[in-house]
Structure formats: structure tokens, C-alpha cells
């Protein structure tokens, strides 16, 4: 009677051990192979850089899923500086550059600040940034400079879910399940049935998440909204054929939405709104396409970079934040 009470015991303790020792061999299999599947953009969602640029143009990283080959160099440098400014963003955040040569020619001061903008990043992304990286430099001012790559689409993941994939890719086993029976979708099956890689609802949410940090901290936020060149009509033909939109309405439609909702924080949540697109509107659509952005739409020329850097120049100066720079 003794021996059968034990006996589901010792079964529910053989199971566990016998799948650990099962799941060790076949780790340490695919190691010994060299093995590797890591859920990368191009295989994961939409998004810049593809696994082929990595180790020369940007590398991984275990939270932010890629940053510039320079960016620690850069973050090492600002931790020493304490910069006044920080400047999250994406590839548009070419602009800096401008805005330190207005601001280091009319105040005869030299700015100290750290332009955190990588290319392809999401709000998502930011938000992560922004905790580990940012808020330990104790800035005075941060401009917030998200939305393009929010509204593209994923392969079938938004980026949160890529961040829980790549963290259970720590193991060599994760990623071979992933290479095998992830829901990884075609651009035929994706048509459709898209989401964003950082949904509207996420997209609001990260925002005010990094507000709520930084007031805590007595940091002074600016949200800046993406001025753009597309017009209805005459939208670029690659967004539909590479970004993977329903169709070229979408691309004009999803901006204006992600935009209005940085609006819309920034005025619930008494923030500066530097609304470098409405500003942007206000020239010729000839001059827009043909003198401020490149054919993309999305990308300024150099007259345009240097307009958006004015525009947030001005911007802290019309709030008197020049001072605390």
C-alpha cells in the first residue's frame, strides 16, 4: 500500500526531470551546430535594419532588439557630460544637428546634449530607452519624437511581443521553435488582416508612461509631431509595396491618427506640443516634395532638417526653456 501511494510521486518526479534533461541535450545540440535564429526585423515585423547590416551598421541588443554601432560609444560620452537635452527619435533626428548650431549661435553658449535617435525605433522602443538610459543622465529637457515607425505594420508581431521573443531566445531551443512554428506571415497572407507594430491604444500609452516618468523626475517633456510630404493621390507607391499597407490610403490615414494622438496627450497631460507638422503644412505641395523632402515623403532634404530644427528651437524658446540649456 506504501509503494503505490509513492508511485504517482516518483512518476510526477521522473516527468520533469526526464523533459530538463531532454530539453539540456538538445541545447546543448544546437550549440555545439552554432545554431542561431533571432527573431530580426525583416523576420519578425517591418522595420530597419535587416540581420544582414548587423555587426556593421548596428548591433543587438537585448532589450532595444538593435541600436547604432556607436550608440554606447555616445551614451558612454553623455553619461559623463550630463547633457541638458536629450533627443529621442528615429532617422529623423538629423534635425539635431541643426538645432545645436542655432541654439550654440544665439545664446554664445556650447549646448551639452545626447541625440538618442536610432533608426527604425518605435515608441516602444523609446519607452524602454528612456527608463534604462535616459532618466539616469538627468536631462532638463527631452524631446519625444515617435509615430512613423509605430504605424508601420509586423509580420505578425508587434514589438512588445518580439521583446517576450527575445528574451526566450536566450536559448538555442526557443529559437529553433520559433524558426519552425512561429507565426510568421507572408505579405499575401499579411494582406488585410494587419496591426500596427506598436498599436494606437500602446502608441498613447507609452507616451504617457514616459511623461509620468519624467515629471517625476522634474524632467520637461516636448512632444514633437512628424511633419510629412504625402499627399491623397499621390502617395509613394514603395509604402504600399514594402510597408506593407492595406492600400496607399492607409498611409496618409494612420499618420494623421498617431499624430492627432500625440496632440491629444500633450494637451491632457499639459506637456509642450511642438506640432513641427501642422507647421509644415503650411507650404505649396510642390515646395514640400520638391525643396523639404526627399521622394519618400517621410525623410527632409536638408533645408528641410534644418526648418525642423528651427521650428524646435523656437519652440523652447517660446517656453522659455533656452535658459535651463
Known amino acids: 500500500m506504501l509503494l503505490h501511494r509513492k508511485k504517482p510521486f516518483i512518476v510526477l518526479l521522473i516527468c520533469p526531470c526526464t523533459l530538463f534533461l531532454l530539453f539540456t541535450i538538445f541545447e546543448l545540440i544546437l550549440r555545439s551546430s552554432d545554431f542561431q535564429y533571432m527573431p530580426y526585423p525583416d523576420t519578425i515585423e517591418f522595420g530597419w535594419p535587416p540581420p544582414s547590416l548587423t555587426g556593421k551598421y548596428v548591433l543587438y541588443d537585448e ?18 557630460k550630463n547633457p541638458s537635452i536629450v533627443f ?17 549661435a544665439s545664446t554664445g553658449r556650447t549646448l551639452s546634449f545626447f541625440n538618442s535617435g536610432v533608426a527604425g525605433w518605435t515608441s516602444y522602443q523609446g519607452l524602454l530607452q528612456f527608463k534604462r ?3 539616469p543622465l538627468n536631462p532638463r529637457v527631452v524631446v519625444v519624437d515617435f509615430g512613423w515607425n509605430d504605424h ?17 531566445c536566450k536559448f538555442k531551443t526557443a529559437q529553433f521553435l520559433l524558426k519552425h512554428f512561429a507565426r510568421i506571415q507572408s505579405p499575401k497572407e499579411l494582406r488585410g488582416n494587419l496591426s500596427e507594430r506598436v498599436s494606437a491604444n500602446d502608441f498613447e500609452n507609452n507616451l504617457l508612461e514616459i511623461i509620468s516618468l519624467a515629471k517625476g523626475k522634474n524632467i520637461k517633456i516636448i512632444l514633437l509631431t512628424s511633419p510629412t510630404s504625402h499627399q491623397r493621390g499621390n502617395e509613394p507607391e514603395y509604402l504600399l509595396k514594402e510597408r506593407f499597407v492595406n492600400s ?6 494612420r499618420h494623421q491618427k498617431y499624430m492627432n494622438i500625440i496632440r491629444h496627450v500633450a ?20 515646395d514640400l516634395q520638391n ?4 521622394n519618400d515623403g517621410i525623410h527632409e532634404t536638408a533645408l528641410g532638417f534644418e ?14 526653456l533656452i535658459n535651463l540649456l
Do not use: H, P
Request: glycine share 4%; proline share 0%; charged share 20%.
Open 63 to 80: 532589450d532595444f532588439f538593435w541600436v547604432t554601432t556607436y550608440y554606447y560609444t555616445t551614451l558612454q560620452k553623455a553619461q559623463t
Open 88 to 104: 529621442m527619435g528615429s532617422s529623423a533626428n538629423t534635425y539635431v544637428k541643426y538645432f545645436v548650431k542655432k541654439f550654440n
Open 133 to 135: 538610459d535616459i532618466m
Open 152 to 168: 508601420w505594420n509586423g509580420l505578425g508581431y508587434e514589438d512588445k511581443e518580439v521583446a517576450f521573443l527575445n528574451k526566450l
Open 248 to 253: 496607399v490610403d492607409d498611409v496618409i490615414t
Open 267 to 286: 494637451e491632457n497631460q499639459n506637456v509642450i506640443l511642438c506640432d513641427a507638422a501642422r507647421f509644415f503644412e503650411q507650404f505649396s505641395k510642390q
Open 291 to 294: 525643396t523639404y523632402f526627399n
Open 307 to 320: 526648418t525642423l530644427g528651427d521650428i524646435v528651437f523656437e519652440c523652447c524658446k517660446a517656453n522659455n
